[in-house]
C-alpha cells in the first residue's frame, strides 16, 4: 500500500514537472517569434500632428501648430521644423521588438514613473506614449502606448526626446559661399573688396593668383587669396548656436555691442546651383561685450602710456556676440572665432610677402650690394629656363628660397633712414610690371625696412635679409 502511494505521488510530480516543461518550452517559442517579428505598435502621420508635447526629468516643453509650429509658452521664439520634424519621425512606423500582453504591475517596468512622457495630438486622435526603464539585458526601452500592453522598442525615443529648449531653436544658417563677387567691411576700418580673375599681364598684379582686391579709389590693391578665403571660412566655421537671446530689441542690442558692431561684414556671393544673375547677400555683425572693451581700451591706454607691452602671462577672457543679418537671434561666439572674425583690416588680408610675382616669371636680376652690382640673366622659358652670372650657368635653388622667405613681420610707411644692406631688381616676364624693384634697409638689431617699388612696405626679419644676402654672395663671390 506504501509502496503504491509512493508511486502515485512520483507519478504526480512527473506529470507536473512534464506540464511545467511544456509551458516554458511554449512560453521561449512564443517570447522567440515576437522578438523577431518586427511589429509596428503605432503609426502616425507627421503631417496631421498639431500639438506635441513631452516631459522629461530636465525638460518639459510643449509646441503646437498653427500654419507653422510655435512655442506654447513664447509664440516669439523661432522653433525648428526639421527638428519637430525629426521627432514626429520616430512614431510614423514605431516598432516593438517584444510584446508583454495583459501587464497589472508597470512599476516593474519603470511605467508607473515614467522617464519620458510624450503627448501627440493627431487630427482627433490623442497619443500618449511613456517610456520606461531601459533593459539592459536586451538593450532596448520599455514603452506603453496605453493599451495595457508593455514593448520593448526597436528604438529608443528618449535618444531624440532629451532635449532643452535651446535644441529647438531654429538657428540662422550660414550659406555655403560658392562664388563670392564683393565683400563690404564696415567698422574701425571700412572698405570693399571686389573679385576680379587673373588675366595674363594684369596692370593690377604680378601674381597669377590673386582674385581678390582692395578698391581704392580707381586702384585695386591686390589681396592674398589665402588670407581671403581663410577668412570666409571663419565667418562659415563660427559656431552660431549658443544663442544669449531669441527675440532682442533695439534697446537690447547695445547690451551687446551689436547697436554699434566693431565690424560688419556682408558677403555678395552666388552659389554654385543658384540660377539667379543677381548675387545673394549674407551679413554678419559682430562686436566683442561692451564691458570688456571699454576694460580692454582702458589696459591699451594706460600700456601706451607707460611705454610697456609686457606680456602679463594670462589668457584674456573673452566676450563677443554676433547677429546674423535683422535675425532677432543673438549669439554668443567664441573668443576664438571673435578674433579671427576681427582680422579683417586691409594690412590682415594683404600679401605679407615682400615678392609677389610668380617665380616662374622671373628671368633675371640685377643685386646691389655694398656698392657693387650683379647681374644674373636667363635663357630659354618655362622649365627649360637656366640662369646664368657672366657666362656661367648657376642654381638659383638658394637664391629663389631666401628671397621668397622674406616676409612682413608688420607693415610700415615709415621711410628708410638708415644705409641699404641690399637692393634687387627681379626682372619679370610680364608686359604690364616688367620688374619688381625691392630695397632692404637697416632698421634695427632685429628688423629691417623693406621697400618695394619705392613705397615702404614692412619690418621683416634682419635675418631673413641676412640669409638673402649670403644667398648672392654664393653665387657671385
Not at 227 to 250: G, M, P, Q, R, W
Request: proline share 3%.
Amino acid at each position: 500500500m506504501k509502496r503504491a502511494k509512493r508511486l502515485y505521488i512520483l507519478f504526480g510530480v512527473l506529470v507536473a514537472v512534464c506540464i511545467a516543461t511544456v509551458c516554458v518550452l511554449h512560453y521561449d517559442q512564443k517570447q522567440e517569434e515576437i522578438q523577431t517579428s518586427g511589429e509596428t505598435i503605432l503609426t502616425v502621420d507627421a503631417d496631421t500632428v498639431s500639438a506635441l508635447d513631452w516631459e522629461t526629468e530636465s525638460a518639459s516643453l510643449a509646441f503646437h501648430k498653427d500654419g507653422s509650429w510655435l512655442y506654447d509658452e513664447d509664440e516669439a521664439f523661432p522653433v525648428s521644423e526639421e527638428k519637430i520634424n525629426d521627432l514626429l519621425a520616430q512614431f510614423e512606423d514605431f516598432k516593438a521588438a517584444f510584446i508583454i500582453e495583459n501587464v497589472t504591475d508597470f512599476a516593474q517596468y519603470g511605467l508607473d514613473d515614467p522617464v519620458c512622457t510624450i503627448d501627440l495630438t493627431a487630427g482627433d486622435t490623442a497619443y500618449t506614449i511613456q517610456l520606461g526603464d531601459f533593459s539592459s539585458m536586451d538593450s532596448q526601452r520599455y514603452v506603453s502606448i496605453g493599451d495595457g500592453n508593455v514593448y520593448l522598442a526597436v528604438t529608443d525615443p528618449l535618444d531624440a526626446f532629451d532635449l532643452s529648449l535651446s535644441d529647438m531653436i531654429a538657428n540662422d544658417q550660414v550659406p555655403s559661399f560658392g562664388e563670392v563677387s564683393a565683400i563690404h567691411f564696415a567698422g574701425t576700418e571700412s572698405y570693399d573688396v571686389v573679385y576680379q580673375e587673373y588675366t595674363e599681364g594684369s596692370a593690377d598684379t604680378v601674381c597669377s593668383d590673386d582674385v581678390y582686391f582692395k578698391q581704392e579709389g580707381d586702384a585695386l590693391l591686390p589681396l592674398d587669396t589665402t588670407a581671403v578665403e581663410s577668412y570666409l571660412s571663419a565667418i562659415s566655421n563660427t559656431d552660431y548656436t549658443d544663442y544669449v537671446t531669441y527675440n532682442v530689441t533695439d534697446e537690447e542690442l547695445a547690451t551687446y555691442g551689436l547697436d554699434a558692431p566693431e565690424v560688419t561684414v556682408t558677403v555678395e556671393y552666388t552659389t554654385l546651383d543658384e540660377e539667379s544673375d543677381s548675387p545673394s547677400t549674407f551679413t554678419l555683425r559682430v562686436s566683442r561685450d561692451p564691458v570688456e572693451l571699454a576694460a580692454q581700451a582702458a589696459s591699451e591706454a594706460v600700456e601706451e602710456a607707460s611705454s610697456s607691452s609686457a606680456d602679463t602671462g594670462t589668457e584674456e577672457e573673452i566676450t563677443a556676440y554676433a547677429r546674423i543679418g535683422d535675425s532677432p537671434i543673438v549669439y554668443q561666439i567664441s573668443g576664438s572665432s571673435y578674433e579671427s572674425l576681427m582680422k579683417y583690416t586691409y594690412n590682415d588680408l594683404r600679401h605679407t610677402d615682400a615678392l609677389t610675382a610668380d617665380f616662374a616669371d622671373v628671368t633675371g636680376f640685377d643685386v646691389s650690394l655694398e656698392g657693387q652690382v650683379y647681374n644674373i640673366t636667363s635663357q630659354g622659358t618655362g622649365d627649360d629656363r637656366t640662369f646664368l652670372y657672366g657666362e656661367e650657368e648657376i642654381d638659383i635653388t638658394d637664391l629663389q628660397s631666401a628671397l621668397t622667405a622674406v616676409n612682413a613681420d608688420s607693415f610700415t610707411d615709415e621711410s628708410p633712414a638708415q644705409k641699404e644692406e641690399i637692393g634687387i631688381t627681379v626682372h619679370l616676364d610680364n608686359e604690364a610690371h616688367p620688374t619688381v624693384q625691392l630695397e632692404f634697409y637697416r632698421y634695427d638689431g632685429e628688423h629691417c625696412l623693406a621697400v618695394v617699388d619705392g613705397t615702404p612696405f614692412a619690418l621683416v626679419a634682419r635675418s631673413e635679409v641676412v640669409d638673402l644676402i649670403e644667398a648672392v654672395n654664393t653665387i657671385v663671390l
